[in-house]
């Protein structure tokens, strides 16, 4: 692999949407060049990268063209050849985080296997490969209604279907490859939950504040920081991603989703990648994961995680049915609200439910109760202009 002619050390990123948008930010923040692989010119990471490979980002042709002008590479989401990729990893291309740390962790089935395999807990499964309804009237636990889940691709509610009996079931087995798919015990939690912590390249664990998430019809609305729930929960939440991250070897960035309620706090997904729920660490903590990603990977010093402020509200903002000049109205009177950071996207294309945007906001109220409060607030100012759907 050669070294590219930049005096500043340059990374690749495979992908070129609004998370590697981010990490070119904190590129240019760090002193570190990033080029992208991406198929669209107009793809949010593009104008503020400092260089393009202009390629499908599954072409392992176009990977190779990136490798050789980057020092090493890093992934904007996890559906990546791990194969095709591997033989780029035989020839000395440098990944971050490794092949071998991500392969476990590319599908939620292949997920769930390893959380089995390393007794951390979560909801319990039954892969369709081998399934067959007269299973599942044997499981005496096993009660409607289900959720089943696409090992591969989804995100935003997208691969998953709530099965609320036989028929369901039934119509299931017969859509979908059985292979892909598998079925959940429905929890019935408290609170959505989401941890991101990054390793560096000498094995020290860095974690971020945990965090409430809340979603709308399967897709994040707002995250708040830090989550109203006991030390020991945060305890258990950091020990479960340290304990991970150090069993894969794993470096950069990584998130996991928990569930908490009744059943104890269950680790719902894995994403080894930067994520939604800490896009307020850019504001809110001295140091954000994308400057953690960046560092790490240019073996550069790595900041604190800590919050800056008593905490902090993030809420997306979605695409929406409506005209080009209701989108800029509604980004100025965003921008008139004090202490509001706006962070936007620039995607072509304004489709409903799409991730266009964020806006953080930092909370200055100590006590718990109050803080909540003032975040709720925040969120009806920002959805009084710029609604949920």
């Known amino acids: 692999m050669e070294n590219n002619d930049h005096q500043n050390f340059c990374i690749g990123v495979v ?30 990471a593009v104008q503020n990268a400092n260089g393009l490979v202009l390629s499908d980002t599954n072409d392992i042709n176009g990977t190779r063209q990136l490798a050789q002008k980057t020092s090493c590479i890093t992934f904007e989401n996890e559906w990546v050849d791990i194969e095709g990729l591997s033989l780029l990893e035989d020839s000395g291309v440098t990944f971050i985080p490794k092949l071998s740390a991500m392969s476990p962790l590319i599908n939620k089935l292949s997920q769930r296997k390893l959380l089995k395999k390393l007794n951390i807990p979560g909801p319990e499964w039954l892969s369709l ?26 995100y935003d509610g997208k691969g ?11 119509t299931l087995l017969q859509q979908v490859n059985p292979k892909q798919w598998f079925l959940e015990k429905w929890i019935n939690y408290d609170k959505e939950l989401s941890l991101v912590v990054s390793r560096d390249l000498f094995g020290e664990v860095r ?13 994040c609305n707002w ?21 991970l991250v150090r069993e894969l070897n794993y470096t950069g960035v990584l998130a996991i989703e928990f569930f908490y309620g009744n ?12 994520h939604n729920s800490a896009h307020l660490s850019i504001e809110a903590c001295a140091s954000s994961q994308f400057e953690h990603q960046i560092a790490i990977a240019a073996r550069k010093p790595v900041k604190s995680t800590e919050l800056i402020a008593p905490g902090a509200i993030m809420v997306n903002l979605l695409g929406f049915k409506d005209s080009e000049n209701i989108v800029e109205r ?20 304004n489709i409903p439910g799409r991730k266009l945007g964020h806006v953080t906001k930092l909370l200055s109220s100590i006590d718990i109760k109050q803080r909540r409060n003032e975040a709720l607030q925040v969120l009806n100012q920002i959805r009084s202009i710029w609604p949920m759907t």
Do not use: C
């Open 15 to 44: 992908g070129g949407g609004q998370l590697a948008q981010m990490l070119a930010k904190a590129g240019k923040k760090l002193g570190v060049d990033l080029i992208v692989q991406t198929r669209s010119e107009n793809d949010p």
């Open 129 to 154: 490969s081998s399934f067959k309804i007269s299973d599942l009237k044997l499981e005496a636990n096993w009660k409607f209604p289900l959720m089943a889940k696409s090992s591969f691709g989804g």
């Open 160 to 170: 998953t279907m709530v099965i609320n009996d036989f028929s369901d079931l039934k």
């Open 207 to 219: 974690t971020f504040p945990l965090v409430e998430t809340f979603q709308t019809n399967q897709i």
């Open 223 to 243: 995250v708040l920081a830090p989550a109203d729930v006991i030390h020991p929960v945060i305890a258990m939440a950091n020990n479960i991603a340290i304990s």
């Open 263 to 274: 059943d104890g706090l269950l680790v719902n997904e894995i994403a080894p990648r930067t």
């Open 330 to 349: 509604r980004l100025q009177l965003l921008k008139k609200i004090n202490g509001v950071n706006l962070h936007w996207y620039n995607k072509e294309n």
